[in-house]
């Protein structure tokens, strides 16, 4: 049974009532549980747990350093494409967005990486969108193979595969996956993709699995906050959480909590998440789910992203670019337009985000709001009493 038909059986609706009616006797009863249930997990989102958020938080942070200690895991995404043939409403890259596209040669993915690795990086995640024409299995292949020499710690943000194609990518030296559902609300899915593999719903709710039985050793999930009620979205991710970390608990799972950011296409949020509702999911997702590594990224700006850090956060990008070739240039003698994956001239003025034909920088996926440097970043998990973490696994640990 696979995480699909458990979906199709939760009581959402029961649940997301639950998070809007628990009252403060209730939230203080399932703080106080040993192990919490999905139920509890939902009476935690609710505004009855807000008006106590400063007890969850310091729960929180408690419990995030009785399990992971003070150390906070840096890492950095590194875009190798912007070529894709999904239509996602939300999404810089989308197909039919004017935008500058470029993929990166795998010397150019290399010269990016040893940029990362002046840096003090050890963890680089591999992004790029879903074409099989610019981004095929082999190219990754290839990528993973090119950087597994210098840099330890290789995951994947790309098009969901079946197993036996992630398989030769495991094999390559990759050892993480991450997979955002975008939304877990059926009908503002079908709404947000007009076209394309990813409109298939169930194909990438169950990713994370095939990519578990390939040999990932982490796997990333989330919800995209912004699309549909972010109560329900959370709840929705915990379940897939909890369900993974039951029966993949050969692997690390993370779950990220990002919201949406501007970018190409200028597409309006269609729900708002409240800073302190973001501080809330925090607290809430490490009280339920102890063991899950929490991920926060340059998409949150710096007052919040500081303020965060203590409270549950285990792992966090830094000095990020959303567009290939970001770090370096690298890419710009080769950047073009494309559409529907057909390689057009440039059309001066097109968008503001394609810019004009004398532009050579490939657009970005979306913009961050923390642009301080991964230093700046360290030195900032310092001060808060935490030790960041550049390294945390070596393929050599794996070996007989």
């Known amino acids: 049974m696979s995480f699909v038909s458990t979906f199709q059986h939760l009581p959402l609706v029961d649940l997301c009532r639950r998070a809007a009616t628990a009252d403060a006797a ?29 007890a969850l938080c310091q729960q929180s942070q408690r419990l995030t350093r009785q399990r992971f200690g003070r150390v906070i895991r840096l890492f950095a995404p590194l875009y190798v494409s912007n070529e894709c043939i999904n239509n996602c409403a939300y999404c810089g890259f989308s197909r039919d967005n004017p935008i500058l596209r470029v993929t990166l040669t795998v010397p150019e993915v290399v010269r990016e990486a040893r940029s990362l690795a002046g840096e003090g990086f050890r963890s680089l995640l591999l992004v790029a969108g879903e074409h099989p024409r610019f981004v095929a299995q082999s190219y990754l292949a290839d990528c993973i193979r090119a950087l597994h020499e210098f840099i330890p710690s290789i995951s994947l943000e790309v098009g969901p595969m079946e197993t036996s ?36 719903f169930e194909w990438r709710l169950e990713c994370p699995e095939r990519a578990n039985a390939a040999g990932f050793r982490r796997l990333g999930i989330a919800a995209l906050f912004g699309l549909a009620d972010w109560r329900s979205e959370a709840i929705a991710v915990a379940a897939h959480a909890e369900y993974l ?6 692997a690390q799972i ?16 269609l729900t708002t998440v409240r800073d302190r509702e973001l ?56 950047v073009h337009q494309t559409v529907r ?5 440039l059309a001066p003025g097109s968008s503001e985000w ?16 923390d642009a301080r440097s991964p ?10 009493g935490c030790e960041p973490v550049w390294k945390d696994w070596d393929a050599a640990l794996a070996c007989g």
């Open 254 to 269: 993370t779950v990220s909590l990002p919201r949406l950011r501007p970018c190409a296409g200028e597409f309006q949020p």
């Open 26 to 54: 209730a939230v203080t009863g399932s703080r106080n549980r040993a192990a919490l249930t999905l139920e509890d997990f939902a009476t935690l989102l609710s505004p009855a747990a807000g008006a106590q958020l400063e």
């Open 165 to 200: 194609e992630y398989e030769p990518l495991v094999a390559a030296g990759a050892e993480g996956l991450v997979v955002y559902q975008e939304t877990y609300n059926r009908s503002v899915y079908e709404r947000m993709h007009t076209a394309g593999p990813k409109r298939n």
């Open 375 to 384: 230093a700046e970043i360290a030195d900032i998990i310092r001060n808060l």
């Open 245 to 250: 970390r039951k029966h993949c608990w050969k």
């Open 279 to 334: 501080v809330q999911m925090v607290a809430a997702f490490r009280l339920f789910l102890p063991d899950v590594g929490l991920v926060l990224s340059t998409r949150e700006p710096p007052a919040l992203r500081d303020g965060l850090l203590p409270l549950g956060i285990t792992h966090t990008s830094a000095g990020s670019h959303t567009e290939p070739g970001g770090y370096t240039g690298a890419g710009r003698n080769h």
């Open 341 to 345: 994956g057909r390689i057009v001239e």
């Open 354 to 369: 394609a810019g004009s034909a004398q532009t050579t920088q490939a657009t970005g996926q979306f913009e961050i709001a």
